[in-house]
T-cell receptor, first 115, second 114 residues
């Protein structure tokens, strides 16, 4: 069974600085997808970034980028130029596309951006 | 609709009562998922629908939990004889296709069992 681990329950960063959130996963699959979702206090989960395992190039979305290390089964999220609106809970998630497409989530990291 | 809609937003009930939670997915999305999020925790998968059928019910915690989907659209999650440990936020998500597609989430229904 696949598992996703986020070892940092809480993190904080000063506004405009850079922060990295860690995520590791365990799977025997070779083809899969990895995601980072953001959950603000409104509770709605919002997709931040997505990575296909067969792509060696790390995904980037504006201030958000990932460091995908397939052999190490590591998928960290880097947030550059942190903004107050980035304050939220962040979840790393794994998807085996051949298995209904359901997401397996980590326990989450609460990020606070300080002014 | 424009997004995934869930109702009620908040529900307080007494132990032993039945509750129904509703999810209205994005129009045209064939895949629908229910998740449960306990306080400060990650999301726990409950059930997956493709159209009106549920090929994966592996996450339902007990036979008190059931779900259905009609017309390939609206889904209802029913919890019978609620217990205090059922208190959580129940999140619904839909996607256009199951394989690798982005899941779009609703804002969830917060259930409190007294």
């Amino acid at each position: 069974a696949q598992t996703v681990t986020q070892s940092q329950p809480e993190m904080s960063v000063q506004e405009a600085e850079t922060v990295t959130l860690s995520c590791t996963y365990d799977t025997s699959e070779n083809n899969y997808y990895l995601f980072w979702y953001k959950q603000p206090p409104s509770r709605q989960m919002i997709l931040v970034i997505r990575q296909e395992a067969y792509k060696q190039q790390n995904a980037t979305e504006n201030r958000f980028s990932v460091n995908f290390q397939k052999a190490a089964k590591s998928f960290s999220l880097k947030i550059s130029d942190s903004q107050l609106g980035d304050t939220a809970m962040y979840f790393c998630a794994f998807m085996n596309p051949g298995n209904t497409g359901k997401l397996i989530f980590g326990q989450g990291t609460t990020l606070q951006v300080k002014p | 609709g424009a997004g995934v809609s869930q109702s009620p937003s908040n529900k307080v009930t007494e132990k032993g009562k039945d509750v129904e939670l509703r999810c209205d997915p994005i129009s045209g999305h064939t895949a629908l998922y229910w998740y449960r999020q306990s306080l400060g925790q990650g999301l726990e998968f409950l059930i997956y629908f493709q159209g009106n059928s549920a090929p994966d019910k592996s996450g339902l915690p007990s036979d008190r939990f059931s779900a259905e989907r009609t017309g390939g659209s609206v889904s209802t999650l029913t919890i019978q004889r609620t217990q205090q440990e059922d208190s959580a936020v129940y999140l619904c998500a839909s996607s256009l296709a199951a394989a690798g597609g982005e899941l779009f989430f609703g804002e969830g229904s917060r259930l409190t069992v007294l």
